[in-house]
């Protein structure tokens, strides 16, 4: 069963005659004629009575007529609601974005776009970056806000900005005054760190390689809003973007001798650029991370 027959068939019933129906519905008689053949063949009942140039609806016919004219006219209401969403900027929006993210460049300004977009609902979701892919790939997400690079054929990536990498130390620590010397000496610190699975936790440890120190986890944790307050009562030592790291109360932030940034930006699935809410939100994001780049 087809939705171009349930057309034709409905149209014979309201026009009374196959001729006429052909016409209304713009094809041949003989392609009507076929297309009905083949709906009665699928259904396993015949629907129209032939009586000279008359027809009429059999039992099966009747039966099926009220549903052929519910299913068309839920056709008709969800091609019209997919063209609004296309051409209209309303609707649902899934955005996933990863936990570095989200309370620091997400989160403090979304007032500010619901407010200049508010028919777009926003529905956030907060995960680390292989789980955001796999939900971006399944068309459960319509853009993730993430650490880039991403190697995904199906995937469009765009740059936001560039985020510093800083040292967080308590106040009055003997590597506040690291910034004057060639490398950091982390040795006999103890490292706080993000769990197994966020990538930042990569460029973490990448930077302690670069400040040519090799150092285990004593603490590892989903957000650095349990770390940063561990850091200020000197329990150790972490490694933070700027974005994040600029809400860590009571700590002293130190800049890296060798200056290292994570970029972050968005990816979407290529066929979804068209959708209205989407170009919306990634002009508003665009415009929230240049604000953000230019206090870094």
Not at 96 to 106: A, D, E, M, R, S
Request: hydrophobic residues 40%.
């Amino acid at each position: 069963m087809e939705l171009h027959q349930l057309g034709y068939f409905c149209a014979i019933v309201k026009t009374g005659s196959f001729t006429k129906a052909a016409e209304l519905e713009g094809v041949s008689q003989p392609t009507l004629s076929q297309q009905i053949r083949r709906l009665e063949e699928s259904l396993g009942a015949e629907l129209f009575a032939r009586q000279g140039r008359s027809v009429r609806l059999t039992h099966a016919g009747n039966s099926l007529y009220p549903f052929a004219q519910e299913i068309l006219q839920q056709a008709r209401k969800a091609t019209a609601q997919v063209r609004h969403l296309e051409t209209d900027v309303r609707g649902p929006l899934r955005v996933g974005v990863i936990p570095t993210i989200l309370p620091y460049l997400i989160a403090p300004y979304l007032g500010e776009f619901s407010a200049e977009y508010p028919e777009i609902e926003i529905l956030l979701s907060e995960d680390v970056t292989e789980r955001l892919v796999e939900r971006l790939q399944a068309c459960d997400l319509d853009l993730i806000v993430v650490s880039l690079p991403l190697h995904h054929r199906d995937v469009v990536c765009s740059a936001l900005m560039r985020d510093p990498l800083v040292l967080v130390t308590a106040k009055n620590h003997r590597l506040t005054e690291a910034i004057r010397e060639s490398h950091l000496d982390l040795h006999g610190e103890r490292l706080l760190l993000l769990k197994e699975g966020h990538c930042f936790r990569d460029d973490m440890l990448t930077a302690c390689k670069h400040g040519r120190t090799e150092m285990s986890p004593v603490f590892e944790s989903e957000h650095f809003g349990t770390i940063f307050p561990l850091v200020a009562a000197g329990v150790g030592v972490t490694i933070a973007p700027m974005m994040a790291a600029r809400y860590a109360s009571e700590c002293t932030l130190v800049a890296l001798p060798k200056p290292q940034f994570r970029q972050i930006g968005y990816a979407r699935l290529k066929s979804g650029g068209t959708f209205k809410p989407l170009s919306a939100f990634t002009k508003w994001l665009r415009q929230t991370a240049k604000r953000a780049e230019g206090q870094a």
